[in-house]
């Protein structure tokens, strides 16, 4: 899965129409594909295809780490809940 960092951009903020402004100052998100079953990672709810996360920060520093540990299979895995079927009992 990779992950693109974007800014949110707020209504006043003066990079407005760049998507991708590395020094606005704006909330950054993270968009992603994701080709699994819908499931849930760190406690969102993933669907299948397109997705977008905040990356809960304004500097691109941090926002690279936390796109790496989401990006990390080994940490996805740790993190997924698959929710139990129900068994029907057959009478």
Known sequence: ME???YCRQSADCPDKADRYAPRCGCPLWGEFNWT????AL???KL???????TLK???KAEALRHAAK?????WQWSQLH???RKHRSRM
């Open 82 to 84: 698959i929710p139990k």
């Open 3 to 5: 992950i693109t960092i």
């Open 57 to 59: 920060t304004r500097t």
């Open 42 to 44: 760190d406690g969102k």
């Open 47 to 53: 669907r299948q295809g397109q997705n977008k996360w």
């Open 36 to 39: 699994q079953p819908q499931t």
């Open 70 to 74: 989401l990006e990390n299979p080994e």
